[in-house]
Nanobody
Framework: QEQLVESGGGLVQPGGSLRLSCAAS????????PGWYRQAPGKQRELVAV???????NYADSVKGRFTISRDNAQNTVYLQMNSLKPEDTAVYFC?????????????WGQGTQVTVSS
């Protein structure tokens, strides 16, 4: 069964950094339009960063200049480097992507990884 598995979350002090990983597993040929989303308690899930077709990237205004999304095509893995973290970045972070399988393209969500920014 194909799935996306996030890792790298945790507790960090304000101003610190974390690197999230999202690894695609199963019979996956490739991934497309990978993105990171987050959901804070009591709030809707929001887009944090995405890699569009052609390689262009889009970021939420709140994370521009601090977060960087990247991918390793050989490993079918997507990363989110988060620097200068703020308490308002606290949320569960989810990975999403379209994955190519023998059944065709399937949209998948990961299970989420908790990021807590607090002193």
């Amino acid at each position: 069964q194909e799935q996306l598995v996030e890792s790298g979350g945790g507790l960090v002090q304000p101003g610190g950094s974390l690197r999230l990983s999202c690894a695609a597993s199963g019979s996956i040929f490739s991934i497309a339009v990978p993105g990171w989303y987050r959901q804070a308690p009591g709030k809707q899930r929001e887009l944090v960063a995405v890699i569009r077709s052609g390689g262009t990237t889009n970021y939420a205004d709140s994370v521009k200049g601090r977060f960087t999304i990247s991918r390793d095509n050989a490993q079918n893995t997507v990363y989110l480097q988060m620097n200068s973290l703020k308490p308002e970045d606290t949320a569960v972070y989810f990975c999403n992507a379209n994955v190519g399988t023998i059944r065709g393209w399937v949209n998948l969500w990961g299970q989420g990884t908790q990021v807590t920014v607090s002193s």
